[in-house]
């Protein structure tokens, strides 16, 4: 079983930057994939960023591809989601996820386990 709790969200001008924190209770932290999912308000969950085990892969979904950054220190149990020219478009809530295994997956049912999520709100 692993524990997820994100941190970090807030009010944010379109232009600036944020960085999502999520902290992980298992100590197999480094054996899972994990990644992070956003739910803007009246539509579905939606893919963000994901990254291997030991941080040399990742994927990200097109609409932030250049913008943010996925990574994870493995000695702390933290994934981290760094997110730079943020628009409205970005406003959502942002949730970590985890997954056993290798592979960098990017939809929401390969994840077993999900934070209770952090708001991000980008004003224009």
Not at 64 to 79: L, M
Request: proline share 2%.
């Amino acid at each position: 079983q692993v524990q997820l709790v994100e941190s970090g969200g807030g009010l944010v001008q379109a232009g600036g930057s944020l960085r999502l924190s999520c902290g992980a209770s298992a100590r197999t932290f480094s054996t899972h994939v994990m990644g992070w999912f956003r739910q803007a308000p009246g539509k579905g969950r939606e893919f963000v960023a994901a990254l291997s085990r030991n941080g040399d892969t990742t994927n990200y979904a097109d609409s932030v591809k250049g913008r943010f950054t996925i990574s994870r220190d493995n000695a702390k149990n933290t994934v981290y989601l760094l997110m730079n020219s943020l628009n409205p478009e970005d406003t959502a809530v942002y949730y970590c996820a985890a997954r056993r295994g290798i592979l960098v997956l990017t939809t929401i049912d390969d994840y077993a386990f999900w934070g209770q999520g952090t708001q991000v709100t980008v004003s224009s």
